[in-house]
């Protein structure tokens, strides 16, 4: 938990008074929506936008101004956790069933970081099962059609019911194992009639801030190398 505490904290020093903030979802995005908190007291004047249900009710509890996403022409900065990265900036999002909502405010970003605790860095994703949000009308036929491409898919469950996002749809989380074929299966995945959204997250963040054992390590995504 201390890598993770620490991460949060190292990447709200990217915060900038003025900012139109993404908060993202997740435990160690807690520890970062917490310091937003504390700027907030301190007389920053921010605004966010929160990527789930469970981050807008942190942030009321931190008395962070929230806005919708339909209030703001971008974001200034989105921070938000990972489930897994590799070295090339892909990523597998969506442990906390929040994927769509992650992936719309990281797109209209003009910044991402993404803060995770050192298990989260891999040499290529796959072990952790990738979530993708589904349709419920249908959602068993989705299935079908996700387990004939071979991507093992298991309906998420939550106190013996689907798992039902703050979209109000279910979410599939494929077996699909380490090294696959990223832009094979991300396109496949976007050609089903059922799929909404993957928590693939391809070369999307702009820094990732790690928390080790012996401190803070920053990377950033140099694309133009």
């Not at 990738?130 to 469950?157: M, Q």
Request: one cysteine or more; hydrophobic letters at 40%; a negative charge.
């Amino acid at each position: 938990m201390e890598e993770k505490k620490i991460a949060g904290i190292k990447a709200a020093e990217y915060i900038q008074d003025n900012m139109v903030l993404g908060l993202g979802t997740g435990t160690t995005a807690y520890y970062m929506i917490e310091k937003v908190g504390e700027l907030v007291s301190e007389g920053f004047n921010l605004k966010a936008v929160a990527t789930s249900q469970n981050t807008a009710d942190l942030a009321n509890k931190f008395k962070i101004p929230l806005v919708s996403i339909d209030e703001v022409e971008k974001i200034d900065l989105a921070i938000d956790g990972v489930d897994e990265i590799d070295g090339r900036f892909n990523a597998i999002k969506g442990g906390g069933g929040a994927l769509f909502r992650e992936k719309m405010v990281a797109d209209i970003a003009d910044k991402v970081i993404w803060i995770m605790d050192s298990s989260k860095v891999v040499d290529s994703i796959g072990a952790f099962p990738l979530p993708v949000e589904i349709l419920p009308y249908g959602y068993s036929h989705t299935l079908k059609k996700l387990k004939s491409l071979s991507f093992n898919p298991v309906l998420r469950i939550k106190d013996s019911v689907p798992f039902v996002t703050d979209n109000h749809n279910y979410i599939a989380d494929l077996h699909i194992g380490k090294a696959f074929d990223i832009e094979c299966v991300s396109q496949k995945l976007k050609s089903i009639t059922g799929v909404l959204e993957t928590g693939l997250f391809l070369d999307t963040c702009d820094i990732i801030v790690i928390g080790t054992g012996n401190g803070v390590e920053i990377v950033e995504n140099r694309r133009d190398q």
